[in-house]
Nanobody
Framework: QVQLVESGGGLVQAGGSLTLSCKRT????????MAWYRQAPGKQRELVAT???????NYADSVKGRFTISGGSPGNTLYLQMNSLKPEDTAVYYC????????WGQGTQVTVSS
């Protein structure tokens, strides 16, 4: 099994920055893509950013230019650097790893005050 543990969430004012971390432990399995998702109250979970095993990245339009995904290779922590945060970024942020099956972390709360 693979375990994912997120950290780094918290309360920040609009315009501020946070860096989320996702530590992967457990058995060594092939992971093709790692990603960050988020879910705001009353809304569906949405994809924020992905990074492939070769380092290719993709971002949701709503975070392009503000968020940066990095890391995630075997043995390395996955990060999400979030700058210029907006109140609409408030959500629980989840780390996901995709291989033959999907693995999810428990989430970390990010709250952006106006």
């Amino acid at each position: 099994q693979v375990q994912l543990v997120e950290s780094g969430g918290g309360l920040v004012q609009a315009g501020g920055s946070l860096t989320l971390s996702c530590k992967r432990t457990g058995v060594a399995v092939r992971i093709n893509t790692m990603a960050w998702y988020r879910q705001a109250p009353g809304k569906q979970r949405e994809l924020v950013a992905t990074i492939s095993s070769v380092g290719s990245t993709n971002y949701a339009d709503s975070v392009k230019g503000r968020f940066t995904i990095s890391g995630g290779s075997p043995g390395n922590t996955l990060y999400l650097q979030m700058n210029s945060l907006k109140p609409e970024d408030t959500a629980v942020y989840y780390c996901q790893a995709s291989g033959s099956i999907e693995y999810w972390g428990q989430g970390t709360q990010v709250t952006v005050s106006s």
